[in-house]
Structure formats: structure tokens, C-alpha cells
């Protein structure tokens, strides 16, 4: 069984390596990010965007 969980596995990490290498690359600058805030009081998110 452990046999074919690592085949698996490295026929998953294949196939994400082949998408990385084969995606088209990113020619805008815009992006739009989100990251988790936690303080004393209370938690959120904070969201940001560039272009």
C-alpha cells in the first residue's frame, strides 16, 4: 500500500512541476492580496490591491 501512495505522490508533484514550468508567464502587475490580522482585541482580514 505504501507503494502506491508514493507513486501517487510523485505523480502528483510531476504533474504540478509540469503546470509551473508550462504556464504562460504573468505579463500585469495588477494583483489583489488578502492576509489574516489577529491582534489583542479581535481578529479580520486585510485586503490590498496593486496596479
Known amino acids: 500500500m505504501s507503494t502506491v501512495g508514493f507513486v501517487a505522490g510523485a505523480a502528483l508533484l510531476a504533474a504540478g512541476v509540469t503546470l509551473v514550468l508550462v ?28 496596479w
Open 23 to 50: 504556464s504562460p508567464s504573468k505579463t500585469s502587475s495588477a494583483s489583489i492580496t488578502a492576509r489574516p490580522m489577529f491582534s489583542s482585541s479581535g481578529s479580520g482580514a486585510m485586503l490590498g490591491a496593486t
